[in-house]
């Protein structure tokens, strides 16, 4: 430290000096000019207020390289890839289903060039955004008639509102759900304008408990998909066939509400039976509502399907346009459609599907290939095991239905709970940010989810063994 903090704030390089340097000159080619000044003028107010409290004088190439720096960190998507280790394969945090790569290319076509989307290419009249997937669905579900919305929230908003407005919507008090991030069944019934009519206890729901319910004032009756949990013990549920005649009975419509919704029987891919939207249908509902980036492996979207005097009535109104989705994930959704129609080649192509069924003996064995390679890059401060573990399906789709898998679980050799969560935190600050779970006193990465493991590999190299050590 040399002088008094006015001399060394004088001695600081000015921004044109700074801009001068070969760094800043690197930086103005690839960030432009004012993005470039704005950086040093930042790297140049942290020095001062290092040099008011005894630092030195920084040299103009330290303060190119410190804008540089912040130009890069500025530049990196804010979304950023990341390495899925929870087990948890429909991961809402972090983006739910990877899309195929069929539906990647479809949307990307769509998205730099003009595309049929509301156009009949015959007759060079107007088309309908619908009219794109409508034939695909209904072949896939058996319904009359489909249409698509941003998610499945908004399916059930815009049937809600356009079905009981000013009416009542009676729902067993066994399913008013509430999933993560606000989603809570109540609360979109008022915003629909709907008013709720719960019925039956939380454990039993009877038939009777129904049909007393249904009045010259019911708009519709709502089944949801219990998607987070499970009602267990001493339980009566209506089941959707019987709750159909029910509602027709009392001349209102059914609902379902299936939630991730499968287009296939998942049975025939190792996993255990999850009702099919086709199901749905089949056991009398007049509209079925699901997720398209869950369990069907495609985009965000939310489908309405079922009769077609109901999607005509949902077609006019207006908060329909409100909640549509855009070309890309039209594309996408149908590009995802047509998978489906050979399920043979499904679990190949459709990388959610290919999760799931992924059998545990790959994922051990890829877990004792890497065990070393995480070891090394751990230093000496954690043991690596590779374990038997189990994922989840996630994003509510058989909630108590867990995968057998492998992964690797790392146990501090000393130390406590906060190493975990250090080590934690390392991973997460790697370029490419590693997510596993703290479990019985490990940190676990489930493997399932690994496709990319000489990737994974590599990113290991942004860890110093110095530094783990140093958190254990
Ligand atoms: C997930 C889910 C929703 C919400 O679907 P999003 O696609 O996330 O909007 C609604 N209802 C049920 C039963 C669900 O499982």
């Given amino acids: 430290m040399t002088g008094l903090p006015s001399s060394r704030l004088r001695n600081l390089p000015s921004v044109d000096r700074v801009l001068k340097t070969p760094l800043a000159a690197a930086a103005v080619q690839r960030f432009g000019p004012q993005a470039t000044t704005h950086a040093i003028r930042e790297a140049l107010d942290k020095a001062r207020a290092a040099c008011r409290v005894g630092a030195a004088a920084s040299e103009a190439g330290d303060l190119a390289a410190d804008a540089l720096a912040r130009l890069k960190a500025v530049e990196r998507s804010s979304l950023r890839p990341v390495f899925n280790l929870t087990g948890t394969v429909l991961h809402t945090n972090l983006g739910r289903a990877l899309v195929a790569d069929e539906a990647m290319e479809a949307a990307r076509a769509a998205a730099l060039g003009a595309v ?163 199901e749905a249908i089949a056991d009398g509902a007049d509209l079925v509502t699901f997720s398209g980036d869950k369990l069907l492996g495609g985009p965000q979207a939310g489908f309405i399907v079922g009769r077609k005097d109901l999607l005509a009535e949902i077609g006019r109104n207006p908060m329909k346009r409100a909640l549509r989705i855009d070309k890309l994930r039209l594309a996408a959704l149908e590009a995802t459609l047509k998978l489906y129609r050979n399920p043979d080649r499904l679990a190949e192509r459709l990388p959610t599907l290919k999760l799931l069924a992924r059998p545990a003996v790959d994922i051990a064995a890829q877990a004792a290939r890497l065990a070393p390679v995480v070891a090394n890059a751990l230093g000496y401060a954690f043991a690596v095991d590779v374990v038997e573990c189990r994922s989840q399906i996630g994003s509510g ?62 990113n290991l190299a942004g860890l110093s063994p110095r530094d783990v050590d140093a958190i254990a």
């Fill in 397 to 458: 789709a058989l909630p108590l239905e867990t995968l057998p898998s492998a992964g690797l679980a790392l146990h501090p050799l000393s130390g406590s709970g906060q190493a975990l969560e250090a080590l934690a935190a390392r991973l997460r600050a790697l370029a490419v940010p590693v997510v596993g779970r703290i479990e019985k006193r490990a940190l676990v990465l489930d493997l399932r989810c690994l496709e990319d493991e000489a990737g994974f590999a590599a």
């Fill in 116 to 278: 049929a989307l509301e156009f009949d290419v015959e007759t060079g009249k107007r088309g309908e955004r619908d009219d794109h997937l409508r034939a695909l669905v209904c072949e896939l579900t058996g319904a009359e008639d489909a249409t698509v919305v941003n998610n499945n929230a908004a399916a059930v908003l815009l049937v809600l509102n356009t079905l009981a407005l000013g009416r009542e919507a009676i729902v067993s008090r066994g399913e008013l759900i509430e999933i993560g991030g606000s989603f809570r069944m109540p609360d979109i019934m008022t915003r629909a304008g709907a008013k709720l009519i719960e019925v039956g206890t939380t454990n039993r729901t009877h038939a009777k408990d129904y049909s007393v319910a249904i009045g010259p004032a019911t708009g519709l009756v709502l089944k949801v998909h219990t998607s987070n949990y499970r009602v267990e013990g001493f339980t009566a549920e209506v089941s959707a066939h019987e709750l159909s005649s029910i509602a027709k009975a009392g001349g209102v419509p059914l609902v379902h509400d299936l939630g991730s919704g499968t287009l296939v029987d998942l049975s025939l891919y190792g996993l255990a039976h999850e009702s099919t939207v086709r």
